[in-house]
């Protein structure tokens, strides 16, 4: 396999992406990562390859999200293959189980995201599943081949055919062993008797479980048998002590919130005898004119003196590095015309520029129209990674085109689920000429401005 972690390409033309509200599930994994961290683990999210597609012809290549060894799962050996199988069916079941949870929450957003979780699990065949370093990862994740788009579920077939179904089951109980055969030699008193275990006065009936679907929709509720083991049963006489326990526990609380709280005492002879210490600090009767003057001239005071502590701080902080340093402080030219992209996360957010003629300007095609993108940060194979990232598109004297421009951003891959602020700045011969703030909170490319060359001024937007 391919020595730079790349586990296979698919081609468009073989495989369809399944869509969730209009996005290709593939395009979500931003969205997938952050849900399978926060409910999960990080071993739960190394089970999906990380998705690259080309801008261009759309085919994907999938990347192992770790270091190691790859090979597909199908040329393991036997004894191999089962181990993995094992792992892969483990971690699938965890999700699917993850996914009931969502579904049952009865909040959209749960639902929405069980429904990404679901497509997420959908792979075209068995010969998409690799192994890398001895763990089980799924490349081609989120698409069916071309055709009707009918799930076919080869994971969910190949955790049926791992896992072992439990059986519909009572409440966990003791499995009764055979009875011994009789000794003809004894008398009926003498053979031995089925032990009955006594029902306890508080246990309630066991309900039977519903059984499980063999062809259900999904295979959710696969387990492997296990012997599980009854313990005994807190004694009935411990519930009824906690009563008295929780009662003294809430009279005691009352009793202090009334004596060093001074809210009084609900019998007015104890007041009235000054049986009752009032410890509050700032009491009303004590609150006088003179006194609340004091007070806020302490308070003025006080404020004056952090508002002098807070110049002095912002006096002795550095300044923040200009835009245009920061294109240069990363190899970035600074030319004739330049449209600037910063934002202040590890997100990969992409610059596009539309040339007067059609052409344009972005990641897959640096070179266009004159222009050149020579700076492209937080990329997903790049290593140039920043909290402070930029991308620019600069022309320099005499190459641009004359004709309207249009610039737009796209959020290629978000590492998280919060709103991603960012700056578009457009300068003319080292000059700011027009700066636009903006935000993504949702995903898809977003258009920005448009401006003219010859620059006149700025455009309406």
């Given at each position: ?51 690259n597609p080309d801008p261009v012809t759309g085919d994907i290549q999938w990347f192992a999200p770790f270091p190691g060894e790859i090979v597909k799962l199908a040329d ?386």
């Open positions: 396999m391919s020595a730079d972690g790349v586990l296979e390409r698919t081609r468009q033309s073989d495989l369809q992406p399944l869509v969730v509200n209009g996005v290709p599930v593939f395009r979500m994994y931003g969205q997938i990562r952050v849900e399978l961290l926060r409910s999960l683990s990080q071993e739960h999210l190394a089970l999906f390859a990380d998705p393991c050996s036997e004894d191999d293959r089962a181990g993995y199988e094992f792992h892969l069916a483990r971690l699938v079941d965890d999700i699917t189980n993850h996914i009931d949870k969502l579904n049952e929450s009865g909040v959209e957003n749960s639902r929405s995201m069980a429904n990404v979780l679901t497509m997420a699990l959908e792979i075209p065949d068995e010969s998409h599943i690799f192994v890398v370093g001895g763990r089980p990862v799924i490349a081609g994740w989120g698409h069916v081949p071309r055709g009707p788009a009918v799930l076919r579920k080869p994971l969910i077939a190949l955790v049926r055919r791992v896992l072992t179904i439990a059986p519909p089951v009572t409440a966990p109980e003791v499995v009764a062993q055979p009875a011994a055969p009789a000794d003809p030699q004894k008398t009926v008193e003498e053979q031995p008797k089925p032990v009955e275990e006594p029902a306890k006065p508080d246990e309630q009936p066991a309900q039977q479980a519903p059984p499980i679907p063999a062809d259900g929709p999904r295979a959710h509720a696969l387990i492997p048998i296990v012997n599980e083991v009854v313990g005994p049963r807190r004694p009935a006489f411990l519930n009824w002590l906690l009563w008295p326990i929780l009662g003294v526990l809430l009279v005691s609380i009352g009793y202090f919130l009334l004596r060093y709280c001074g809210l009084g005492w609900p019998f007015s002879s104890l007041a009235d005898n000054n049986l009752m210490v009032n410890y509050c600090v700032a009491s009303t009767q004590a609150l006088r004119s003179d006194d609340l003057s004091a007070h806020l001239a302490d308070l003025q005071q006080s404020l004056a003196e952090k508002q002098r502590r807070l110049c002095e701080t912002a006096a002795r902080r550095p300044p923040q590095p200009d835009t245009t340093d920061l294109v240069e402080g990363a190899g970035g030219t600074i030319g004739a015309v330049n449209v600037i992209l910063s934002w202040h996360t590890l997100d990969d957010l992409d610059l596009h520029v539309t040339c007067p003629g059609g052409e344009e300007i972005y990641y897959s095609k640096k070179n266009n129209c004159g222009g050149v993108l020579d700076v492209d940060m937080n990329s997903s194979s790049g290593t140039n990674k920043s909290t402070s990232p930029v991308e620019n598109v600069t022309w320099p004297v005499g190459a641009a085109p004359a004709g309207t421009y249009k610039v737009e951003v796209d959020p290629y891959r978000r590492d998280s689920s919060q709103p991603i602020e960012f700056k578009v700045e457009l300068l003319i011969n080292g000059q700011k000429k027009e700066e636009y703030s903006r935000h993504f909170d949702a995903p898809g490319k977003m258009s920005v401005f448009e401006f003219s060359l010859p620059y006149t001024r700025r455009r309406q937007q």
